[in-house]
């Protein structure tokens, strides 16, 4: 899922393209991925486009008249910006957006079409879109710590909820936690005040220069080849593959659909973390220690 970093760059890239231009049609590919009827989403053809930002990981372009169009690209969708009118792609397309100065396409890859459109008027019905969760550029670390220990979470699904902080997902999370040495599954109230300000400077850090990074990407054009797994990262999506910082083999947790990724030699003092039904399954026979786990490796391969 596009998180905070790629969700700024779209924002920046198609406010270049669409601000001050009208939005001459709007065409829908996908019967479903217009979630909202009352206004008919034909009122904001004819209308210009005033601003365009970020709520969370959605993408809000405003038109006069207080017009919103709110779109969630959930997990697989995207964007594409053409000069002129394009059809709209068979599989993959789901909407274009038709303004006087190109075409804004919507698609979402896969067969589980989740990505959204709402289309509201008025600003307050725009705030229903708002989570609550805190901007971590717009907090102090006082505030940041307040907003994280509301409730009792791991770390891993503090960073993660919506409600809490705004614009992280699974693979920044990941990522802000290995730069912070800290595990995921620690509790949000046991950390000591030298643990939160290591995560608060890690959690601006890693999504100021991934920001930074994907903009210096994009300079030239519009954002390509959007995705959560890139060969860059510490440890997101890069189970089995040495740690930049140690070189040690870096370890997931797996749940539902999901995985958390770490290093355990950083993170967690050595210690392998186990998803909850690999635990059950496995009880005393889970290695607990990197150091175990290689040696059942090795005993493995030599029987």
């Known amino acids: 899922m596009p998180e905070l970093p790629d969700v700024t760059i779209y924002v920046e890239r198609i406010a270049e393209r669409i601000v001050g231009h009208k939005l001459d049609r709007v065409r829908l590919k996908s019967p479903f991925v217009l979630r909202t009827a009352v206004p008919p989403i034909s009122d904001a053809e004819g209308c210009q486009v005033t601003s365009v930002h970020r ?32 059809p709209i792609p068979g599989r993959a397309g789901l909407a ?14 896969g067969t589980r079409k989740r990505a959204s459109i709402h289309y509201v008027v008025g600003a307050e019905n725009l705030t229903a879109f708002a989570r609550g969760g805190l901007e971590v550029f717009e907090v102090d670390q006082a505030r940041f710590e ?13 960073l ?12 920044y999370s990941d990522e802000i936690l ?18 939160w ?7 601006r850090q890693v999504l100021d220069e991934w920001t930074t990074r994907l903009r210096a990407e994009s300079a030239d054009g519009f954002p390509e080849h959007v995705t959560a797994f890139r060969p860059e990262m510490a440890v997101h999506g890069r189970f089995g593959k040495p740690c930049p910082t140690c070189q040690s083999p870096v370890q997931r947790i797996v749940y539902a659909n999901n995985e958390t990724n770490y290093c355990p030699v950083c993170q967690t003092d050595g210690k392998l973390l186990a998803d909850r039904s690999l635990s059950r399954l496995l009880r005393s026979d889970w290695p607990r220690t990197l150091e175990e786990l290689e040696e059942r490796k090795s005993g493995a391969s030599s029987s």
Request: glycine share 8%.
């Open 55 to 86: 709520l969370g990981k959605r993408i809000v372009m405003t038109l006069e008249g207080k017009r919103f169009l709110v779109v969630h690209l959930m997990i697989a969708g995207r964007f594409l910006w053409f000069a002129k009118a394009k």
């Open 160 to 171: 993660t909820d919506p409600t809490i902080l705004s614009g992280v997902g699974n693979a």
């Open 197 to 203: 300000i290591r995560l608060f400077q890690a959690t």
């Open 146 to 158: 307040q907003g994280m220990t509301r409730q009792r979470h791991t770390l891993k699904r503090a």
């Open 96 to 109: 274009a957006f038709d303004f006087s100065s190109g075409t804004l396409l919507l698609t979402e890859a």
């Open 178 to 195: 290995h730069r912070a040495r800290l595990s995921p599954l620690l509790m949000t109230d046991r950390l000591t005040p030298e643990q």
